[in-house]
Each structure stands twice: as C-alpha cells, then as structure tokens.
C-alpha cells in the first residue's frame, strides 16, 4: 500500500518491493505497558496483552521486541509444545511464547506481574513432589 492507501510500493520501502504502512500500534501498546505496570505497582493488578489479537504490520512486532528488550531471566518450557517466558529489561514485564510442535508461535503475550502464572509450581504438582521424595526416602532408608 501506498502512503495514500492504494496498491503500490510506499516511499523507502525499497526498490520495487511492496511494504505496508505501520498501523501505529507500537506507541499505544508502549503506553498500555506502562499504565498496566503502574497499575500493578499500585495495586498489584495483573495484566496480559495477546500479541496475536493486535494488528500490526511487518516489522512493528521486532519493534516492539526490541524496545522491551531482554533483562535477566529466561526460561524455556517442555510442555505439549515449548514456551518461552522472559522478563524483558522492565522487571514485571514479562513476555511468553508458545510453540506448538512444529516450533511455529501459536499464542505470544505481554504479562505485567510478578511472575507468569506458567512459571508458578500448581498445588496438585507440590503434593504429588512431596510425596514422591517422601517415597524416595523411604526407599533408600533416608529417614
């Protein structure tokens, strides 16, 4: 599309080569960002953004990406695809990617929390650990 919203190529968009006009999505999602952390800092509130539901055009999501950049956690997930949660370089701003089995993203989410639900150990799984050590103690005389 052009500048004026008819077929075409669009100025600096390369020689010849079709390029879509950004949608403006990238300075209110920031801004969305920031008020769900203002929120949470004032009243614990969590948020999520499913990146999948907001239109954007080629390029604004690698924006997006890069502006949140990467801080000190990581992890990877083995579930029935992989999942991949990292804090971003704002602490409690956590982006989350799923993956189905064929490494294609399927679900890709903005988390404002403490930590991602996906993260936190369920209670069923805490009671099946703790009895599993308690029968591994058992069994090796570790009382």
Not at 33 to 61: V, Y
Not at 131 to 142: I, P, R, S
């Amino acid at each position: 599309m052009t500048v004026h919203g008819t077929p075409g190529t669009s100025p600096g968009c390369g020689s010849g080569s079709p390029c879509e006009i950004p949608t403006g999505n990238l300075i209110p999602l920031l801004h969305e960002i920031r008020h769900a952390l203002e929120r949470w800092l004032d009243s614990g509130e969590e948020h999520a953004i499913d990146l999948r539901g907001i239109p954007m055009a080629p390029g604004e999501e690698d924006q997006l990406l890069a502006t949140l950049g990467e801080g000190e956690l990581h992890a990877d997930l083995s579930l029935t695809g992989k999942s991949v949660v990292i804090e971003t370089r704002f602490p409690a701003v956590w982006l989350v990617t799923h993956y189905n089995t064929d490494e294609r993203i399927v679900g890709r989410y903005i988390e404002v929390c403490e930590m991602p639900a996906i993260l936190k150990s369920q209670t069923e799984d805490a009671r099946a650990g703790l009895e599993y050590l308690g029968k591994l103690l058992n069994e090796n005389n570790l009382q």
